[in-house]
């Protein structure tokens, strides 16, 4: 008898601890969603547009004529972990790989693409020997390359390219999944063949001269789509007059990287923590372009989504409405 | 024989299967999203769509493990040991380890990467360095313990060199606290996997395997049920490792039946 009350006290603190613990956390959630916006973000000069906006004071300016008291923004290494984060609620927007965002809305994530910000910008760089006597991708068989994890723009545009080229991503040679620091660290001692990586990283091991840039990904997936603005679908329904206001903050913002270009230099050194002479090397030895308009990386952005739904990273084709809002950048 | 042993771990099987009942009913009502926490169906469904890769993810795991473990057992049990028999070895050797013993195995990612490079030998070091210092300690402790009436009793029959004091008092008085050791260190040792196949290493040339491996490229793909099921293989794993060195316990530890309130 007093073994059986025992059992149900033990399975009622359970359910009690369980069920508190949800409210308590969905409650804190609410709670701050309402006071705080938080900004995803990548260390890389191909989201030099947020940096601008945050370091101006921009995303401020809008975000507190709705009351919004804190603007905030958190460094994720690679597109996959920010988009988990914002899977978990973490994040209301993000400036992310468009092949990222892909994966992550397939999986349920509540968020659309409202504008493109960048295409192209990566390169596939070398150790100098293998670098010198590069003469195309067959080169790269039997060879150790690594590249941001399954799901990114490099990992989807790098296994494209291969088996356009007719090499087994899986059989003629090793891709490993590393963030930026790592990749670095791992060329720069050596113990790989080479990196695939957004700029300004392949500016920097250039620099080292530990590496050589052998193909920009423009070349590999031509005007390939990069990283785009993906908002939650919150915003969206609940606060479109927000998203309108994200909408023009980033067009001002892209508009002062090609006005002022040195300033725009200067706010993503600091922010990425490199030297000027890598940004300003990266940005004369890059293949990118930053862009607003989404409607000019549909295509590209349908054809990751293919590519990824043939390597298996997604379990049904989405459609552009599955993926983009356009509504807001057609309102300009 | 069979309903022998389910009669004897009833409570234990009891435990895992209201587990997973209760794992099941809140994934599935409470939570309703497979992204925050799958249900143990889908996880299951996972498995037999990966159940012809598990093996050989296992294998490399383990082969990695085994590698840190081994390392740790013969560099972990000796400084122990000379740590708690010899007061000078002692002060020797424990500021540095005192120094080493804090910094988490994950801190040493960078370096083991420059001197081992991607190689099979990283995980191993990862690992050797979470699974060293639980080893020595306890080794340590089991020496400080050693009973002076048994060593007493030792030297009164003719024992009287160090190293006979070592092999034959010492060293079997301590072994309960070495076995303690070592099933800590599994335990730590399974972490570090995870820890150490984050980055691309070789994995005996057999190209993207290994539990902790597999488990970030599902977490990328934010395929949680997949992520899930490493999880679970990891736990698994460890429980089955600890059962048998708790079997190892109990045949090479009959000595201490009887002297303990709960019988081994």
């Not at chain 1, 739904?309 to 997604?314: A, F, K």
């Not at chain 2, 081992?116 to 313990?145: E, K, V, W």
């Amino acid at each position: 008898m007093k073994k059986n009350k025992s059992y149900k006290y033990i399975a009622m603190t359970i359910l009690l601890i369980v069920g508190l613990s949800g409210c308590t956390s969905q409650q804190q959630a609410e709670e701050e969603k309402l006071n705080t916006i938080t900004i995803g973000v990548q260390p890389s000069t191909h989201q030099v547009a947020e940096m601008i906006a945050m370091d101006k004071g921009w995303w401020d300016e809008i975000f507190s004529k709705y009351g919004i008291t804190k603007t905030k923004d958190k460094l994720f290494p690679s597109g996959p972990p920010e988009m988990h984060a914002m899977l978990g609620g973490e994040l209301d927007i993000a400036y992310v790989g468009a092949a990222p965002a892909i994966s992550a809305i397939s999986k349920g994530l509540d968020a659309k693409i409202i504008a493109a910000v960048q295409i192209s910008g990566s390169a596939l760089v070398l150790t100098p020997e293998l670098a010198d006597n590069y003469t195309g991708p067959n080169d790269l068989i039997g060879k150790k390359i690594a590249t941001f994890p399954p799901g990114s723009i490099q990992d989807s545009v790098l296994k494209h390219w291969l088996i356009q080229n007719n090499i087994n991503p899986d059989k003629d040679l090793r891709i490993v999944a590393m963030g930026p620091g790592d990749a670095i660290t791992a060329i720069e001692a050596e113990q790989i063949d080479g990196v695939f990586l957004p700029a300004p990283s392949p500016s920097k091991i250039e620099l080292d001269k530990k590496g050589k840039m052998v193909e920009l990904s423009g070349a590999m997936w031509p005007d390939h789509a990069c990283c785009v603005i993906v908002v939650s679908g919150k915003l969206i329904r609940e606060y479109p007059e927000i998203v309108k206001e994200i909408l023009d903050t980033h067009i001002r913002a892209t508009n002062y990287i090609y006005s002022d270009t040195d300033d725009a230099k200067k706010i993503c050194a600091k922010k990425i923590k490199l030297s000027e002479e890598v940004i300003d090397y990266s940005l004369e030895h890059w293949d990118g372009a930053w862009v607003t308009d989404p409607r000019k990386i549909v295509d590209s952005v349908l054809s990751f989504a293919k590519v990824q739904y043939d390597l298996g990273y997604i379990e049904k084709m989405p459609k552009q409405e599955d993926l983009f809002d356009m509504s807001f950048y057609n309102q300009i | 024989m069979l309903m022998n042993n389910l009669k004897k771990n009833k409570i234990q099987i009891f435990s895992i299967l209201f587990f997973l009942f209760l794992w099941q009913i809140i994934s599935q009502y409470l939570i309703n999203d497979p992204l925050i926490l799958p249900t143990v169906s889908e996880v299951i469904k996972a498995f037999f769509e990966l159940s012809a890769n598990i093996p050989t993810d296992i294998a490399v795991s383990l082969l990695h493990l085994s590698t840190g473990l081994f390392f740790a057992l013969i560099v972990g049990i000796p400084i122990g040991a000379l740590m708690g028999w010899y007061g000078n070895a002692d002060q020797l050797f424990d500021p540095i380890i005192e120094m080493l013993r804090p910094i988490p195995p994950l801190a040493w990612i960078p370096f083991a990467i420059i001197w081992f490079g991607l190689s099979d030998y990283s995980a191993g070091y990862i690992i050797f360095i979470g699974a060293l210092f639980p080893i020595l300690t306890n080794t340590y402790t089991g020496f400080r313990n050693t009973s002076k009436r048994l060593v007493e009793a030792a030297k009164v029959l003719g024992c009287k060199k160090n190293i006979d004091l070592i092999r034959y008092v010492a060293l079997p008085s301590s072994f309960p606290y070495i076995l303690s050791g070592i099933r800590i260190s599994i335990g730590i040792g399974w972490m570090c996997v995870v820890a150490a196949e984050m980055f691309g290493l070789d994995n005996y040339g057999l190209g993207n395997v290994g539990v902790g491996n597999m488990l970030w490229q599902y977490y990328s793909l934010h395929m949680m049920d997949r992520v899930a099921l490493y999880m679970l293989i990891l736990g698994v794993m460890g429980l089955l490792m600890d059962r048998l060195l708790k079997y190892a316990e109990t045949n090479l530890l009959r000595w201490k039946k009887g002297t303990n309130i709960r019988q081994i």
